[in-house]
């Protein structure tokens, strides 16, 4: 059974940094591209960005290039969102996604349970 | 980069409804586009990929159809577990795989 599990709710203060993680099982966790997705209190999805554990290619959607960094640990089938700096603006819940892709389009088929993030002073 | 503009933002409707929701892109984007639920608390799960494809595990009511620019998610009797907020997402402009802004389904 394909999972995706993150880690826990975190609360910080403003200017610290965080990495949050999102655990890989039952398949391949180098062969999927895997993706994470925020949702800000109250508010919609937004793509962030996406990472091919396989060799680590990733890539940014505007919007946060420069604002966090993804990574991974293909030894661990783990990815990782991190913050160097964080705001009041980061509270929301984080998701990770793996990317699947049939002949004709790719989605995001499995998701991790989301890990919420609250900075505050 | 390529917006998704759901329409409506809200929706009311009763058990046993039929209900389409619309999804416009900015530019053409062939077939690429997903559909997903997600109910308050949970993560989003997939229901349509490739404009019309159902996912394994989704009641057949759930539909989708369109190419290009326009595209529609169509519930052909609503049931009590629908009522939830719907995303469209495109998947042609990696990795800019945008969302629409969502759709609240709730109960008339």
């Known amino acids: 059974e394909v999972q995706l599990v993150q880690s826990g709710a975190e609360v910080k203060k403003p200017g610290e940094s965080l990495k949050i993680s999102c655990k890989g099982s039952g398949y391949s966790f180098t062969s999927y591209w895997i993706g994470w997705v925020r949702q800000m209190p109250g508010k919609g999805l937004e793509w962030m960005g996406i990472i091919y554990p396989g060799d680590s290619d990733t890539r940014y959607s505007p919007s946060f290039q420069g604002q966090v960094t993804i990574s991974a640990d293909k030894s661990i089938s783990t990815a990782y969102l991190q913050w160097s700096s964080l705001k009041a603006s980061d509270t929301a819940m984080y998701y990770c996604a793996r990317r699947d892709c049939s002949s004709t389009s790719c989605y995001m088929g499995y998701w991790g349970q989301g890990t919420l993030v609250t900075v505050s002073s | 980069d390529i917006q998704m503009t759901q329409s409506p933002s809200s929706l009311s409707a009763s058990v046993g409804d039929r209900v389409t929701i619309t999804c416009r892109a900015s530019q053409s984007i062939s077939s690429y586009l997903n559909w997903y639920q997600q109910k308050p608390g949970k993560a989003p799960k997939l229901l349509i990929y490739a404009a019309s494809s159902l996912q394994s595990g989704v009641p057949s009511r759930f539909s989708g159809s369109g190419s290009g620019t326009d595209f529609t998610l169509t519930i052909s009797s609503l049931q009590p577990e629908d009522f939830a907020t719907y995303y469209c997402?495109?998947?042609?402009?990696?990795?800019?795989?945008?969302f629409g802004q969502g759709t609240k389904l709730e109960i008339k």
């Open positions: 997402q495109q998947s042609y402009s990696t990795p800019r795989n945008s």
